[in-house]
């Protein structure tokens, strides 16, 4: 699929951890070889981006600031392994995570090379993530929050939170079909499969910011904002939301497996204020030397016992504490540069309704990255995150492109 349209290989990457997850569930082989799927997968989206390359030189978008910062924010990050507390670690988690930032930022993003291929990579990453969905919640075994590998007398389970993200995914790409009248009638189905999923593995904030982010994009979507379109999806966001949530208490033994605590207020609370007590321990070491505020503490510097032993779950707060005022700097400007880029694009009469759709999906994409970051994760492994703001940066060249085209027609 991707040898045609090469935009294809993108939504397969989103896909790739479910995917193998799923292999994963069915045979050892992919749980001993657990490289294989990621290697296989890599080839095809670097056979993508540069088959793509080859049928569309002439019109590729040139490589924006954005795109550059970004290589800059991650090559400081390199840099300041030099100088962290703990430099062994600091340097094996970046070699770890080397070849998903170069497949991730640098190679998958050239796999997007015009509007309409965008498109049906997103009306793909539907089609394909629903069936996918489908298959991992209904056969597959169960643990508690997520699925049971192939030959595991030990049940070990894999990241719960990384499936829910893919959920939340093909959620926001089925909110935005309205046009596509052979698939605009599933888009239901689909969010309630994304829901229940999110629900089983006790993402709670996949669960929130999947909804959060499509309610956002929704009426700027229209032809017209208008506030009634926002109701309507908001109206409908509450039936699915209580109506997901009751299915799954009632099928997924969520009471027995003591989950429900997770859901609630105070299990909300408590795991809110452990992430922000590890990331505020971060910051007391980083002030304690005007060298670490303007340099930072160095990458990975939050795995040294002595300020928590892990990465602090909340990824701003870690750039500021990690890499210094300089980093976070670097960060900033690629935050409000993709701002920028979304009010120029987003805000413009000149926009067909199947652009807005594919802008909608994609930024909503980011949102939800974005927000997820405040809650999980690390900069090395905000991958999505920082690829999917290389995607939407190039889509929006693409579309003011055209837009000058048309004007000069």
């Known amino acids: 699929m991707s040898m045609r349209n090469s935009a294809i290989a993108y939504g397969y990457l989103l896909s790739i951890f479910s995917l193998e997850q799923w292999l994963q569930t069915k045979d050892v082989f992919f749980v001993t070889h657990s490289s294989f799927v990621n290697i296989t997968s890599g080839l095809v989206i670097l056979f993508s981006a540069i088959l793509g390359w080859v049928k569309n030189k002439q019109n590729m978008p040139t490589f924006s600031s954005i795109y550059l910062l970004i290589i800059v924010l991650y090559g400081y990050a390199f840099l300041s392994c030099f100088w962290s507390p703990v430099p062994n670690i600091s340097f094996s988690n970046y070699v770890s995570a080397l070849p998903y930032i170069m497949l991730t930022i640098l190679v998958a993003p050239l796999t997007i090379v015009d509007l309409v291929k965008t498109d049906k990579m997103l009306i793909f990453l539907v089609v394909f993530g629903s069936v996918l969905l489908v298959i991992l919640l209904t056969s597959t075994d169960w643990g508690y929050r997520t699925v049971v590998l192939a030959g595991n007398n030990a049940h070990l389970k894999t990241n719960p939170l990384a499936l829910a993200s893919f ?59 208008n506030f009634g379109s926002f109701f309507y999806v908001l109206f409908f966001g509450l039936i699915l939301v209580g109506l997901s949530y009751l299915i799954m208490l009632n099928f997924s033994g969520i009471e027995q497996a003591g989950s429900q605590s997770r859901w609630s207020g105070g299990g909300l609370d408590r795991d809110f204020s452990n992430r922000f007590a590890a990331a505020q321990n971060l910051l007391f070491f980083w002030l304690k030397s005007p060298l670490s505020i303007f340099f930072g503490l160095g990458s990975s510097a939050s795995f040294s016992k002595e300020i928590f032993g892990f990465y602090v779950h909340m990824v701003p707060f870690e750039v500021l504490g990690e890499l210094g005022l300089l980093g976070f700097s670097i960060y900033f400007i690629i935050l409000f540069k993709t701002y920028k880029s979304f009010k120029k694009s987003f805000f413009t009469d000149k926009l067909s309704q199947a652009e807005k759709n594919i802008l909608a999906s994609l930024y909503a994409m980011l949102l939800f990255e974005f927000l997820l970051s405040f809650k999980q994760g690390s900069l090395l492994g905000s991958v999505p995150f920082f690829g999917i703001v290389v995607v939407t940066n190039r889509v929006t060249f693409m579309i003011s492109k055209s837009s000058l085209k048309s004007n000069s027609n």
Do not use: E, H
């Open 167 to 225: 959920s939340g995914y093909v959620f926001i790409a089925s909110m935005f079909m309205d046009g596509r009248s052979k698939l605009r009638y599933l888009r239901w189905f689909v969010a309630i499969l994304c829901l229940l999923f999110a629900v089983k593995t006790g993402s709670r904030g996949q669960f929130i910011f999947m909804i959060f982010s499509v309610l956002i994009f929704f009426p700027l979507s229209k032809p017209k904002i």
